[in-house]
C-alpha cells in the first residue's frame, strides 16, 4: 500500500495539472479544495519540490507550480519521492541493503524471485502512467458512468 502522503501528493498534483489556467497554486486554496490537511500539504509540497516535480515562488502572485507538464511526470516518480524504492521485500530494496534474516540463500530464494517480479511489474505501470494519464483516465470514467441509462422499473 502507499501511504496517504503519496496519495495527497497525487490528489494535489491532479488538482493543479487540471486547473490550467492559474499559473502557481496557494496550499491554503489546494488544501481546501482537495481535503487536504494544510500542515501536512505543506511538507507534501516541499518534498514535491525537493525532487524536481514543482517549483515555488515567493510573493505577489507565487505558490507553487508545476516544473514540468503533467504528460512528463509518471506516477512512479511521485510515489517513489515518499516511498523511496518500491521494493516488496526488504532484500529487494536499494535503499534497505538489507538481506532476509530467515533466507538461507538468497540467489535461489523462491520468494525473492517471485517478489521481484511483482515488484518490476508494479514499478513497470506506474512508470509508465503520467499524472496527464491519470486525469485522463478518471474523466474518460466519470464521462462514462454519467452515460449509463438506468432501465430499471
Known amino acids: ?5 503519496s496519495k495527497y501528493a497525487l490528489k494535489a498534483l491532479g488538482y493543479m495539472s487540471r486547473t490550467s489556467e492559474k499559473e502557481s497554486f496557494l496550499i ?15 511538507a507534501i509540497l516541499l518534498t514535491l519540490k525537493n525532487n524536481g516535480i514543482l517549483s ?5 502572485g507565487g505558490g507553487y507550480s508545476l516544473a514540468k ?9 511521485v510515489v517513489r519521492a515518499f516511498e523511496g524504492d518500491l521494493a516488496p521485500v526488504q532484500c529487494l530494496s536499494e535503499s534497505a ?4 534474516p530467515e533466507c538461507a540463500d538468497e540467489d535461489t530464494c523462491g520468494i525473492k524471485l517471485v517478489m521481484a517480479d511483482a515488484g518490476n511489474a ?5 512508470d509508465s502512467v503520467t499524472l496527464a494519464d491519470m486525469l485522463q483516465r478518471s474523466e474518460f470514467e466519470r ?8 432501465f430499471t422499473i
Do not use: N, W, Y
Not at 500500500?1 to 502522503?5: E, G, L, V, Y
Not at 541493503?97 to 532476509?100: V, Y
Not at 508494479?122 to 506506474?126: E, G, H, R, T, W
Open 122 to 126: 508494479f514499478a513497470s505501470v506506474l
Open 28 to 42: 491554503a486554496d489546494i488544501a481546501q479544495t482537495e481535503g487536504i490537511p494544510k500542515k501536512f500539504l505543506e
Open 69 to 77: 507538464a503533467p504528460a512528463q511526470v509518471t506516477i512512479g516518480a
Open 97 to 100: 541493503s538489507a538481506s532476509c
Open 1 to 5: 500500500m502507499i501511504s496517504m502522503r
Open 56 to 60: 515555488s515562488r515567493k510573493g505577489p
Open 143 to 150: 464521462q462514462r458512468r454519467q452515460q449509463v441509462v438506468d
